[in-house]
């Protein structure tokens, strides 16, 4: 039974304005240039919600600190949490279909499933480097690098790449020149496997011996770190020929002007997990930061990737482009007055760079779908040299209740959990319909799905929605879809519902 498409209409007398950068550099820069020419020197007038000196809103103290290079997240140790919440739970996710991973061979592609039987074959001792001299007259040399999660300073260690060495009459010896007292002074270093300072920080009778030139615990302790040198230790899918698919993933930056940085990491969760699936199941993945907001009349929609085909999940990259306030709330929206300058001319309501982040799936869809015919163009245009990919695997992840995900982290783990799954399974099921047969992930779904207490017209309702929405397009209005893509996508959903219909009258 054919069925009709939903369409995407109510925004089409919006104003949608794009842009997609080839790289967080490139896209920053970029708009900074225009910024600096539309502005004439005036920058601080310009691009500011809040006071610069306001820790809450931009986390920094300064106007040169924001304007400054920015390379590393304001909060390392919040996304060592956020990993480290995750440990374990994609062996709990069952996915079948077109992320089967039973065909699996030994790599040195860390890209794949980490696997400790192969690592413990080659394993080694990371070094760190300690002096209690430096840590009683300076503690803070290098709190940037050593800092725990509760703030703590891990005083009196040095980075290894400041660290020199020399023949003592009892062997190596490893120091640290700074000046003392106005003088050339060195600071003679321990030799440590690294996590063994922050263990003696919060255990100081832990028994310790030396290891060769290396100072280790006597016994085992979690914060102590091994690396091996058997470089094939991960896992990977091994696939046997075929088309290599491609998916795109697209997730929003930011958020709410109350939002904490720990919110704004919290909500792009769902796609890393889901990136992490599809690289192990060899599907080739991109993740897009995006820019998304409504000021007025206008809708904003710009992008840059923060991963791309092939490369390795980067959670400091991540996390700087999507949960950083003096990124975020600051760079980006100077950058974003530029480009918006650039492409619709002079400055005005909407074209500041800021407004309201979309984050209901109300205003992201149909700004999606209409962003996409627009790359289309570009492309077709000679002004995009992305990669055209499927546009039913491009997909744009957002949670709609951010502010009681990040009450949950706080006070109802499991449910934050639950919230973050479930959107991870959302991405994860419209990339499955699109590259299994649909017997095959309606199944999976509904066992998931009864699994959990659900029922099966539950299931149904949800599959049939998930379809809907998966091939749902703007008609009217500012770049809405052209005749030719709207019959492919409509002769695409009616194959998918008819498959559908098959699977939902046996069951």
């Known amino acids: 039974m054919a069925q009709q498409l939903n369409t995407l209409d109510r925004w089409g007398g919006k104003n949608f304005r794009f842009a997609i950068g080839s790289s967080p550099e490139q896209f920053l820069e970029e708009g900074k240039r225009y910024f600096e020419k539309i502005t004439d020197g005036r920058g601080s007038e310009y691009a500011q919600s809040g006071p610069v000196d306001d820790p809450d809103f ?4 300064t106007y040169e600190e924001l304007k400054g290079q920015i390379d590393t997240f304001i909060d390392m140790p919040l996304v060592r949490e956020a990993i480290d919440s995750f440990d374990g739970i994609l062996e709990q996710i069952e996915m079948g279909g077109a992320f089967d991973k039973s065909r699996l061979k030994a790599t040195s592609n860390p890209q794949g499933i980490f696997d400790f039987s192969l690592a413990s074959q080659g ?7 300690y002096s209690k001299e430096l840590a009683d007259e300076q503690p803070n040399l290098f709190y940037s690098q050593y800092t725990l999660d509760d703030g703590t300073i891990l005083s009196g260690l040095v980075p290894p790449n400041l660290v020199q060495q020399k023949k003592g009459v009892n062997g190596i010896v490893f120091y640290y020149s700074h000046p003392k007292g106005g003088k050339p002074y060195e600071y003679l270093l321990t030799q440590r496997q690294v996590g063994v300072t922050e263990a003696l920080l919060h255990n100081p009778d832990l028994q310790t ?8 615990l006597v016994d085992y302790n979690p914060l102590v770190v091994f690396r091996s040198t058997n470089k094939k230790c991960y896992l990977l899918y091994d696939k046997k020929g075929g088309k290599a698919n491609y998916v795109e993933l697209y ?11 720990e919110g704004m990491l919290l909500k792009v969760m769902p796609v890393l997990l889901a990136a992490d699936v599809l690289q192990k199941a060899g599907i080739k993945t991109r993740i897009y930061a995006v820019r998304a907001y409504t000021a007025d009349e206008n809708f904003v929609f710009m992008t840059y990737p923060i991963k791309n085909y092939n490369e390795n999940l980067d959670w400091n990259k991540v996390a700087l482009n999507v949960a950083d306030p003096r990124i975020f709330r600051f760079q980006m929206w100077r950058a974003i007055t530029g480009w918006l300058d650039k492409g619709h001319g002079d400055i005005g309501s909407g074209n500041e760079g800021h407004g309201s982040t979309m984050i209901e799936s109300r205003y992201l869809d149909e700004t999606f779908e209409r962003y996409k015919n627009w790359a289309k163009e570009q492309r077709g245009a000679g002004q995009s040299n992305q990669k055209e990919v499927n546009r039913l ?21 499991p449910k934050a959990l639950k919230t973050i799954e479930e959107e991870f399974y959302r991405i994860m099921d419209r990339i499955d319909i699109q590259l299994s047969p649909m017997s095959k992930s309606a199944n999976r779904m509904a066992q998931r799905m009864l699994g959990k207490g659900k029922t ?10 998930l379809i809907a929405k998966s091939f749902a397009i703007p008609t009217t209005g500012q770049y809405k879809t052209d005749p030719i893509t709207t019959q492919n996508v409509l002769e695409k959903q009616n194959a998918l519902f008819e498959a559908y219909f098959e699977w939902a009258n046996r069951n």
């Open 393 to 413: 695997l491009m997909i744009v992840s957002s949670i709609e209740s951010p502010f009681e995900l990040e009450e949950d982290w706080a006070n109802d783990r």
């Open 456 to 465: 099966m017209a539950n299931v149904k309702s949800y599959i049939s929605k």
């Open 123 to 129: 394993l080694t001792r990371p070094a760190e480097y």
């Open 209 to 216: 011996k030396m290891f060769g030139e290396m100072q280790i």
């Open 251 to 261: 997730v929003i930056q930011g958020g709410y002007g109350g939002m904490s940085t």
């Open 58 to 61: 931009y986390q920094a103290q």
